[in-house]
T-cell receptor, first 113, second 113 residues
Framework: GAGVSQTPSNKVTEKGKYVELRCDPI?????LYWYRQSLGQGPEFLIY????????DSGLPNDRFFAVRPEGSVSTLKIQRTERGDSAVYLC???????????FGEGSRLTVL | GNSVTQMEGPVTLSEEAFLTINCTYT??????LFWYVQYPGEGLQLLLK?????DKGSNKGFEATYRKETTSFHLEKGSVQVSDSAVYFC????????????FGAGTRLFVKA
């Protein structure tokens, strides 16, 4: 069956631009997570959705970052006024229930020049 | 608060050597514990898990035992193969109104033929 799909796989942008990263979770998975992974580091939690609502957004670094999941399936992570420090791999994961077992996509690599 | 600490890498071993990657955690209560693996060019995937104290998780020849007394979940394999070369992450889910999983920094394993 289809796994978690993330697009684009690579995104290069200029400082100050707006970026959207998309995640299509496994069908039927109600929980969806966004993480950020910098080189040589473990995934850093950003936000968790249960259905359409953000149950925990405590990991979003500042108000330039925002995520939505309007119909409880596909999610979009939005980054405004990008900065070079935003460069990382953004990972999406979904889960059939909040049990902790996560199914990850291959990530979207963001490079801010 | 909740945290995960794992040994720094890289770890370089010859084929058929014994592997241990240490992981210790700090948590309230008795959460499940996980090991995830990231093979080159692939997304993170669950390797094994244990849901309660003294449980042993196992998969693909890897094992880890949930030790409440030492708050540890060390990953072991008796005889590594070149194909085990990857980055290994210890992970801890905890309840913040949903389940947020935090990850260790990762340990890179190189296995030489």
């Amino acid at each position: 069956g289809a796994g978690v799909s993330q697009t684009p796989s690579n995104k290069v942008t200029e400082k100050g631009k707006y970026v959207e990263l998309r995640c299509d979770p496994i069908s039927g998975h109600t929980a969806l997570y966004w993480y950020r992974q910098s080189l040589g580091q473990g995934p850093e939690f950003l936000i968790y959705f249960q259905g359409t609502g953000a149950a925990d957004d405590s990991g979003l670094p500042n108000d330039r970052f925002f995520a939505v999941r309007p119909e409880g399936s596909v999610s979009t992570l939005k980054i405004q006024r990008t900065e070079r420090g935003d460069s990382a791999v953004y990972l999406c994961a979904s889960s059939p229930s909040p049990t902790g077992e996560l199914f990850f996509g291959e990530g979207s690599r963001l490079t801010v020049l | 608060g909740n945290s995960v600490t794992q040994m720094e890498g890289p770890v370089t071993l010859s084929e058929e050597a014994f592997l241990t990657i240490n992981c210790t955690y700090t948590a309230t209560g008795y959460p499940s514990l996980f090991w995830y693996v990231q093979y080159p060019g692939e997304g993170l995937q669950l390797l094994l898990k244990a849901t309660k104290a003294d449980d042993k998780g196992s998969n693909k020849g890897f094992e880890a035992t949930y030790r409440k007394e030492t708050t540890s979940f060390h990953l072991e394999k008796g005889s590594v193969q070149v194909s085990d070369s990857a980055v290994y992450f210890c992970a801890l889910p905890f309840n913040t109104g949903g389940f947020k999983t935090i990850f260790g920094a990762g340990t890179r394993l190189f296995v030489k033929a």
